[in-house]
């Protein structure tokens, strides 16, 4: 089975600043990906990136990019340049790659951005 | 379609009737996936489907809680004798599976059930 922990209830950050999202992930598995998704105050559910853990790089979009582990089974999310939209809840998720892909999601961060 | 498409996006019901939630999916994406998500909390996994075939009921939390995909188009998730506990939101995702699958899944805007 898979579990995702996210031990942030409630980050914040001043507009322009970078703030870094804490994930920690438990499998069994060998192959998986990793999914960071934001939740806005519309409720609806964003990818912002991917990673899948046979990849050593680190992936990046934008002004978005994760520090993965795979030794400590941590998946990090920094988001650089913060910005007012950026204000959301964030789920960390994974699934395995072969067989059944269900995402298990964590409980979640809300972050707010401070004008 | 070009989204996850999901009705009635509200519900309102009282307790001990039953309630059916669809979800109408991208077009070409054979798998699909109900959540449910209480306010503050992750989306939790009830079941999901390849095709018509329910590949995973593992989720739901009793036998009042049912889903079905005939066609392997629309879903329906169905809650027989609601109850208070059941007030969540609701969500649907879909997916490509083989080539072209990326393990991402795009989920519907949700419906939001509230049992009186």
């Known amino acids: 089975a898979q579990t995702v922990t996210q031990s942030q209830p409630e980050m914040s950050v001043q507009e322009a600043e970078t703030v870094t999202l804490s994930c920690t992930y438990d499998t069994s598995e060998s192959d998986y990906y990793l999914f960071w998704y934001k939740q806005p105050p519309s409720r609806q559910m964003i990818l912002v990136i991917r990673q899948e853990a046979y990849k050593q790089q680190n992936a990046t979009e934008n002004r978005f990019s994760v520090n993965f582990q795979k030794a400590a089974k941590s998946f990090s999310l920094k988001i650089s340049d913060s910005q007012l939209g950026d204000a959301a809840m964030y789920f960390c998720a994974t699934s395995i790659i072969q067989g059944a892909q269900k995402l298990v999601f964590g409980q979640g961060t809300r972050l707010t951005i401070n004008p | 379609g070009a989204g996850v498409s999901q009705s009635p996006r509200y519900k309102v019901t009282k307790r001990g009737q039953d309630v059916a939630l669809r979800c109408d999916p991208i077009s070409g994406h054979v798998s699909l996936y109900w959540y449910r998500q209480a306010l503050g909390q992750g989306p939790e996994f009830l079941t999901y489907f390849n095709y018509e075939a329910q590949q995973d009921k593992s989720g739901l939390p009793n036998d009042r809680f049912s889903a079905e995909r005939p066609e392997g188009s629309i879903s329906t998730l169905t809650i027989q004798r609601t109850e208070q506990r059941d007030s969540a939101m609701y969500r649907c995702?879909?997916?490509?599976?083989?080539?072209?699958?990326?393990?991402?899944?795009?989920f519907g805007e949700g419906s939001r059930l509230t049992v009186l």
């Open positions: 995702a879909t997916a490509r599976i083989g080539q072209g699958f990326t393990g991402e899944l795009f």
